[in-house]
């Protein structure tokens, strides 16, 4: 009696999965108008009602359990979104200082070209350092001897002259900017051609000035004030800077006309925010015009 | 066929439809942490470790049949594999009988696992896409701890339906009496 129904369990077992294994076989075989075929699309019939009204009555069940699921999901979502959220800003941040890096090297670059400095040798440097004083005076910068920097080398940015070399180490330099007090630039007032000396006011570095104009000079706001270069044709005395360097543009006039004109200009450099420059380090033809 | 043993195949063939409706209609899209619950191989496991080996491979194969025809895929697959799954677990009863709250728990658990396993493994002998990986190994172990965690309920769910089909256990109505009413050994003078 065991034996007998072991044998019919065992047929049984081997009845199913003759029958999966053939209705899979014969399921493939078949075409898509094929009996099997058929009768899935009778049963898929028969039940797509009976499932469609099944979601519609379930659909607040389903809805909680969704909720659940999602909050789930969405706590474990929001560490994945902070995490790219945080590499996304550090790459936009980085995007934006490369920008920005390439504005001030492009801007440097016209001036090369415009100015015609690319013949005077200039070494291009990174700000590392910066007075801690409020008046900003010096700066240091990545580049030194070792680049051919020497002290007095003129110094600019992509806006304009930004000051001198006053110390060169073999690996770094100190630039002392135009708004130092015991810096002097040979200038020239584009229009009238007037020349004269920029030099820091006594208000402090903001207050650039442009001495010793001639009174027969009429200088108007908004005049670009660009460097000399060396007023005399031949002689020892050159300038250190070469002509047409950019310096700044005079803000207003006092007193115009009269030997105590005080002509005031504002740096087209931004002094305190300078983060790559230019050290010109070879006259070209004594800095003459 | 006497009237118990017809009531029980209505029963099963009510928790079948029932069960594939329910799957498709809801569970399926419900999801949790990218996974949803797999109520088929637990309801065959439960269906087997309730009414024996040779019950269970019939209800595993019907409700796979259902579950091939209801969602237009390859007739035979789910059958076969849901087949394997409920004579597993009617033999499991059969052999060892294991009691404790945490044996449902621990079937469904291994239900999921040989039918999710099955599943890729057909379809990657049949030659269709499976994507191998990550994606399936989460899918896998997700679905499995979900279904652990629904498996006791689940079960409690079925017993509940078939339990009035089916023959008294002994041992149930021996610890009835333990607990609804009559002495404890224990307690015995």
């Not at chain 2, 595993?60 to 091939?68: E, K, R, T, W």
């Not at chain 2, 390859?74 to 076969?80: E, F, I, Q, R």
């Amino acid at each position: 009696m065991y034996d007998k129904t072991v044998r019919r369990r065992r047929l049984t077992l081997a009845a199913l999965v003759a029958a999966s294994l053939l209705l899979l076989t014969a399921y493939f075989g078949e075409s898509s108008g094929g009996a099997l075929h058929s009768a899935q699309r009778g049963v898929f019939g028969i039940f797509s009602p009976i499932q469609e009204g099944a979601s519609t009555v379930l659909k607040p069940a389903r809805d909680l359990f969704g909720w659940f699921g999602d909050t789930i999901d969405a706590k474990g979502r929001v560490n994945e979104l902070e995490r790219s959220n945080q590499q996304l800003r550090a790459r936009a941040l980085a995007s934006s200082e490369a920008l920005r890096i390439n504005g001030q090297l492009q801007r440097l670059l016209n001036l090369d070209t415009a100015g015609g400095l690319a013949a005077a040798k200039p070494v291009t440097a990174r700000v590392i350092g910066q007075s801690p004083s409020v008046w900003y005076s010096t700066v240091s910068i990545n580049e030194g001897t070792s680049s051919g920097i020497k002290v007095g080398d003129p110094v600019i940015s992509g806006d304009g002259l930004v000051g001198q070399v006053s110390t060169a180490t073999g690996g770094s330099s100190i630039v002392t900017l135009i708004s130092d007090g015991e810096l002097a630039v040979p200038a020239r007032i584009s229009g009238s051609g007037a020349d004269g000396v920029v030099q820091t006011g006594a208000g402090g570095p903001d207050d650039l000035r442009i001495k010793f104009v001639a009174r027969r000079f009429r200088v108007d706001p908004g005049a670009a004030v660009v460097t000399a270069g060396t007023l005399s044709t031949s002689g020892p005395l050159e300038s250190l800077y070469p002509p047409g360097i950019p310096i700044g543009k005079v803000t207003r006039v006092e007193d115009p006309g009269t030997d105590a004109q005080k002509i005031y200009l504002r740096s087209y450099a931004d002094l305190q925010r300078l983060e790559i420059v230019q050290v010109l380090t070879q006259p070209i033809n004594g800095n003459r015009r | 066929m006497n009237l118990d043993y017809r009531s029980l195949v209505w029963r099963l063939a009510l928790i079948a439809v029932v069960t594939v409706i329910l799957q498709i209609a809801a569970v399926s899209q419900v999801r949790i942490l990218g996974v949803n619950a797999d109520l088929v191989p637990l309801v065959a496991a439960s269906v087997g470790l309730l009414c024996g080996a040779m019950p269970g491979a019939i209800f595993g194969f019907g409700i796979g049949m259902l579950l091939d025809l209801a969602l237009v895929e390859t007739v035979g697959v789910a059958s076969l594999i849901l087949l394997a799954v409920g004579y597993g677990a009617g033999r499991l009863r059969e052999l060892r009988d294991p009691q404790g709250a945490i044996v449902p728990l621990l079937v469904g658990a291994g239900a999921t696992l040989v039918a999710l396993l099955g599943f890729s493994m057909i379809l990657f002998l049949l030659g269709q896409r499976v994507p191998v990986g990550w994606s399936l190994l989460w899918e896998l172990l997700g679905t499995v701890a979900i279904n652990a965690v629904i498996a006791t309920p689940l079960y409690a769910v079925v017993r509940r339906c078939l339990v009035a089909a089916m023959p008294e256990d002994p041992r149930r109505r021996r610890r009835r009496a333990y607990t609804t009413g009559g002495l404890s050994p224990l307690s015995k003078p």
